[in-house]
């Protein structure tokens, strides 16, 4: 019986996950190396250590009966090692190794009958033209470990682009993509259980700035179809990978409608924050069903819903305007307890529920809303 | 700016608080002579202190920017220390003067225009006749302080057995009220602000037993004139209290369709947390935008929903068969992380979300639901 669920990584997806967990009458401890950690305001206790602290992560596991994580670029040694001396942790090792490469993961999603686009890897500066031979111009190359939220992420339409970006990556492997012409971003936020019982939620629709996830619209106003297909390659990958709790693959769509596989999240995903609020289990009490044991909850949608992120701009660490925000009812804040709002960090966003259609109407009021926050 | 909201009283109701307040982003920090309450494990700090400890109580004002108060058997003392050292506090110290007498409550109640049972209060035996000529036979009879969940409470249905009920009391002194002809319970859920904006929940309907709320239906199968007069005469309660926060006022519909004022909980309430499931801003983050100064919000439902409390029993504290209630999605469960599930406290609750009218089809489900759990 579990009574106690550990998380490594202390964000807001930890934070999320810890509220909904607390909520259901678990006890969390959460290991993250900062203090009073967004996830560690919430959870009954923190341990203050590095993710690769195998002694800590070690008391994480003797604390707790089941290990989980909110961070997927954390050392794959440390989830190795708690497997090794029994203490039960999902997703597993296996999960992590296919989703910390981009190329293993982009292989896999191939395997898996996902199309992707194009790419190649490069180790070294002389693979750079054997890779542009597959990948076309112009490319997106992404370091293979390690990046998010638009990090470690270049575009080049030349070769002479692309050679900067390799000197740039001061030689990190990374992948060449070619790069899609993408006619919207989509995401399936999924959750499966140990016993291969499986759901989707409906497939959401992400705008970007700057690789930074700032909008998701959900349901993505698309074909039926299309989401129909997505939400069948994704639990095609849910099953492949044998991931137990809430994962997310990441879409293009291309103009030519053609579905193309990006990326796995093997955890809880921003693009699903909207489920909390428009759905009566979100994708954080998935996870908690996964993960425990207990039974997962065929997704509904109370209504449509837009999710959009709050970010850091580095003017100051007060967050202003929340009054006029919340003077829409149709609008619900999270804010995650972060000290400092540096630039373009995630510090919270908010699920502005939609009764009619998401059309332009819809949108502007969401991105009004946002333009009431600011910093101080 | 409030950054941090203190709570006296660690129970289930600071719990749920808690966690929306967290969710806002706030810091918590409760008080409670428990170490670990259901409260202090999802808050930032607990102080654990009696609520009669001045000096403790103070120190909670001097950690946070506002206090508020989850259990309105708190001494009044308290409150009018925090209000006279000038730490904000709400509701006011002079809400909980009428709350907490039920004779000055009744007596509120019918300055509001809300009609009551016949009532007089006994201080004295000897004032048991006087008592009985104004309320009648049978009666029922109450502590005028600190009673709850049926606590302090008995029916007489003779002289005799009033006196006997005085005798059980122990001196304390009584409120003797006429025996209601009731066709259901109801209560109404609303929120104030400062400003004066003032919001209702739809009308909810409950089922006792033993003087324990067990059962919540919202909203309730009442006639839209009863549920709107009941939800106008909730807003002058509040008004006319001047009160800060939500709050919660019971009513008896008799079945002559009279509604009779019965008592009012200056605080959330356990007939409205289905507000969390199937609204999108609850009774308790009304209490935190009420508190903090933000807009409250006007509510909607989502859709129909059946609350059913989970006891104690006092055969074990481990709550077993959840995966068996979570097999049903429309089901959402809230644990308070109590220790001892003692017999007849309150351990928990769910939510039954209900799609078409909430008829004894959908009452036995929620019931059929309730029976999957257990203690051991």
């Avoid at 070294?124 to 638009?150: C, H, M, Q, S």
């Amino acid at each position: 019986m579990i009574e106690a669920i550990g998380v490594i990584g202390g964000g807001q997806l930890g934070r999320m996950l810890a509220l909904v967990a607390k909520r259901m009458g678990y006890r969390v401890v959460v290991l993250d190396p900062q203090p009073h950690s967004p996830c560690g305001q919430v959870a009954d206790e923190q341990i203050v250590a590095a993710y690769g602290d195998l002694a800590a992560i070690e008391e994480l596991g003797r604390r707790t009966q089941i290990v989980t994580y909110e961070f997927e670029n954390i050392a794959i040694d440390s989830v190795g090692h708690l497997e090794q001396h029994g203490y039960r942790v999902t997703p597993a090792g296996s999960v992590l190794r296919v989703t910390q490469d981009r190329a293993a993961e982009k292989a896999f999603l191939r395997a898996c009958g996902v199309p992707t686009t194009e790419f190649a890897t490069v180790e070294r500066p002389e693979e750079l033209d054997a890779a542009l031979a597959i990948a076309g111009l112009p490319v997106v190359i992404k370091t293979v470990r390690g990046g998010y939220d638009g990090k470690g992420q270049w575009r080049a339409a030349s070769r002479a682009e692309a050679e900067n970006v390799l000197r740039d990556a001061g030689g990190a492997a990374v992948i060449v993509e070619r790069a899609v012409d993408c006619a919207c971003e989509l995401s399936v936020v999924a959750a499966r259980a140990s016993d291969d019982e499986a759901v989707t939620f409906p497939v959401a629709e992400n705008v970007h700035e700057d690789g930074i996830l700032m909008t998701t619209v959900a349901p993505a106003r698309i074909d039926d179809e299309i989401a129909l297909r997505a939400q069948e390659l994704a639990r095609n990958v849910g099953q492949r990978l044998g991931i137990v709790g809430t994962y997310c693959v990441e879409f293009f769509l291309t103009r030519a409608g053609e579905l193309l596989g990006n990326e796995i999240a093997p955890r809880p995903h921003n693009s699903g924050h909207f489920t909390i609020d428009v759905t009566p289990c979100s994708q954080y009490e998935q996870h908690v069903r996964a993960i425990c044991g207990l039974p997962l909850s065929p997704p509904r949608m109370f209504s449509r819903a837009i999710m959009t992120n709050v970010l850091g701009d580095g003017r100051g660490d007060r967050l202003g305007g929340v009054a006029e925000l919340l003077s829409d009812p149709a609008i619900v804040l999270h804010v995650y307890g972060k000290r400092h709002a540096v630039a373009r960090r995630k510090m919270g966003h908010f699920t502005t529920i939609v009764d009619g259609p998401i059309d332009d109407a819809a949108l502007l009021r969401a991105q009004a809303a946002r333009a009431k926050l600011f910093w101080s």
